[in-house]
C-alpha cells in the first residue's frame, strides 16, 4: 500500500486553496474600494489645517446706507481638487452699530 497522495486528492487540495485565495482577492479589492473616499476626506482635512495656518486673504468692502462699510476677508486655499473658502469679518468693532 502507497503512503503517497493520488492525483484527485491533489486536484482537490488545489481548487479549495484556489477559492479560498480568490475570496482574499475579492475582500482585497473591496477593502482598496472603500479607502479611496478616505484618502479625499484625509486630504480635506489637510486642506482645512493649512486653511488656518496660511491661507490668502481677499478683502472686500461691504457698503450699505443705514451702515457703515463692514470690511470681509475672504480667507482661501485649494490644492488639485478642492478649493475651501472661509469669511471673516475684519473690524471686529460692533459698537458704532449700537449706540
Do not use: H, T
Not at 22 to 39: A, H, R, T
Not at 63 to 85: A, M, P, Q, R, T
Amino acid at each position: 500500500m502507497k503512503k503517497a497522495f493520488s492525483l484527485i486528492e491533489l486536484v482537490l487540495s488545489m481548487v479549495i486553496l484556489a477559492v479560498i485565495f480568490w475570496g482574499f482577492s475579492l475582500y482585497y479589492k473591496q477593502s482598496y474600494k472603500n479607502y479611496e473616499p478616505l484618502k479625499l476626506l484625509q486630504r480635506l482635512y489637510f486642506l482645512e489645517e493649512k486653511l488656518y495656518e496660511n491661507p490668502k486673504l481677499k478683502v472686500f468692502e461691504l457698503k450699505s446706507s443705514g451702515l457703515n462699510s463692514l470690511y470681509i476677508g475672504e480667507e482661501s486655499v485649494n490644492d488639485e481638487i478642492f478649493e475651501l473658502k472661509n469669511l471673516r469679518i475684519i473690524d471686529q468693532n460692533y459698537s458704532i452699530y449700537f449706540r
